[in-house]
């Protein structure tokens, strides 16, 4: 019969047709999956339904295969951004990709910035509210690079279409995927952030405002833009004002500084997104300096604490072995002055002046160099090879002067044989002036966090602690002119002082040993060689010079006089012209640092033992005789599995130039010790012993409270 269904036809026909209906509604809230190499992807929406007038979220939702990656919009030392183009209707706007915060890969050498596992990349659309279609059609076309330890690109074409309708509901499909990339958004911070430029390869980086996290050391710095910055080496916050101040290197690819740039903090699924502007170097110095004055201001006795140290640690540097020659020099002065206690007041101010004055000086320099954006510390100057071999050769000279091979004569520093005369105020101040000038490679307990305080500051208090350092190094001489129970301890001038100067020669010989040994670590063993033939000239003039007085025609005087002085010519010349650079040998106990390499270390999380060193502190070489190289720590550093980096600091480097300066010091030596699993960096004293290190590297065990 016409119109007649049955009705078991008619409840199958409303079964399929409700099914249908559900499909329509939620099946097509994404589009079909594409399968890529080791790439499951697909183009989904938050809601199932577009609204007019409103807005929707969709997303490219990857799948990554287990160790492979996709980048980010900053791709970091390798690889290339997603890319996405849409296809709309009109009516309906689109924003760009909306990038979740990025994980960081390390993948050798290469850092790179990226996601991994299940990631989805957000747009928005905008739907006008005249939007009159039943339907919404979304197109996108995809392109990216995912890669493990290679590389392959992939692209794929994605589609679908959503009803338009008046309410929606969320997509319980994509709810988590969406949250996820919602929490992960960057959120913008109100504050004020400043990058410059510094000399050699340097950016600074100052961030202040209420906005900023308690504590950076645990937040992950991404740059936006390409081609700004180093990624390998990690930023090292330090403390600067009201806010945080750090140093970037810059990329190999820089070119210059942009007005403004954006930056990211990552930590865990929180991001905060903020824009540096650029300022001078000058103004970046400006800020940092008007920031220290505004905290000393507020801490007074941080100066005072400083000066104490320097006086303190001045006064150990007499102990120190680098100062040891100097000693002799100061000994025999004060000697041949132990019965006249005006002379030895006399001598004492002449010296302090010397020691003083010199200790300005070098400061002075090392500030204005710093000014200009050099990265220097203390003791800059034995990083230059021209500078050990001329010290090497004034040592030597001083030596034979003793040794009785010539004669230095009373207007050299520190021999002075006029004191008592009254005429020993050039030699007591030029003794004064070598002991600061031989004193330079060595860093004495106390002096590490007193200097890393006064580069910091601004030019005056700067100077103030080198002043309070020059007081404590010459504090032993003005005791002797000022307190009489010390000068009477002083035995009397007699004839055993010829012995005792001769004596006195050894320590100015093996002291020029010493130096050899530097130079030839900063050279090559050819380069030492010609230093061993200038010092051989060197004797063969002073010899020869001295010989004049016994020739007894002028002829023979004038010829030795030439040759004399064409020897001590040589002498000179010979070292300067033959520095050539050092290779590095390779050494199986260590490995040799890099901030790139301290950076995927840490990352890991493995425990790290960071060495800053030199050939020319011996403090440095005294800790690993008798600590660093001990059996049992040897053995510990060995079963724990903890990586020993040795940074040497030899020649001059700015890395380790700025990794000092990350932990308030600019001198070696500096020990730091990175616990297993992350953590904060324990900086241990500048004097170790076996016991320090192997409770501090113990697995779980503390270090003895540090030494300032």
Known sequence: MYGYVSRPMTLRFLFLSLLALSWSLTGLAASEPQLTDHLRSKLVAAETAAQPGRTLDIGLLFEHDEHWHTYWVNPGDSGLKTEVELTLPEGVSASGIQWPAPQRFLLGELVNFGYDGRTLLPMQLTISADYAASTLPIAVSARWLICEHECIPGKADYRFELPVANSAEPDSRWAEDFAKARARQPQSMDIAANISEQAGNTLQMTLNGADLPENLSDWTLFPVAEELIAYGPLPHWQPAGQGWQTALTRSDYYQRLPETSDWLLVQ????????????????????????????????????????????????????????????????????????????????????????????????????????????????????????????????FALGLSFSGVWEFGGRFAGVGQGLTEGHGAKPAFFTGVLAVVVASPCTAPFMGTALGFAISQPPVWALSVFVALGLGLALPMLLLGFVPALARLLPKPGAWMTRFRQVLAFPLYLTVVWLLWVYGEQTSALSMAWLLAALTALAFGLWLWNQRHMMQSSGSKRFSAALSLLALIGAVALPLSSAEQAVPAAQPSNQAWSAERLSELTARGEPVLVNMTAAWCLTCLANERVALRDELVQSLIAERGIHYLKGDWTRYDADITQYLEQFGRNGVPLYVYYPRGGGEPQVLPQLLTPDLLLTTLAEGGQPPKPAP
């Not at 101010?349 to 320099?365: N, R």
């Not at 710093?370 to 050990?388: D, I, Y």
Request: glycine content about 10%.
């Open 268 to 395: 865990g699924d929180r991001a905060l997104r903020f824009t540096a502007t650029a300022s001078s170097a000058e103004a970046a110095n400006a800020i940092g300096a008007s920031q220290a004055v505004a905290v000393t201001d507020e801490s007074k006795p941080t100066l005072f604490l400083a000066l104490g140290l320097a006086l303190l640690g001045g006064l150990i540097l007499n102990l120190m072995p680098c100062v040891f020659p100097v000693l002799s020099l100061k000994a025999m002065a004060a000697v041949r002055s132990a019965d006249n206690r005006a002379a030895l007041r006399h001598h004492g101010l002449w010296y302090t002046a010397g020691v003083v004055v010199s200790f300005v000086a070098v400061a002075g320099l090392l500030l204005v160099l710093r000014a200009g954006g050099e990265q220097l510390g203390w003791g800059f100057q034995m990083q230059s090879p021209w500078f050990v071999a001329l010290m090497a050769l004034l040592l």
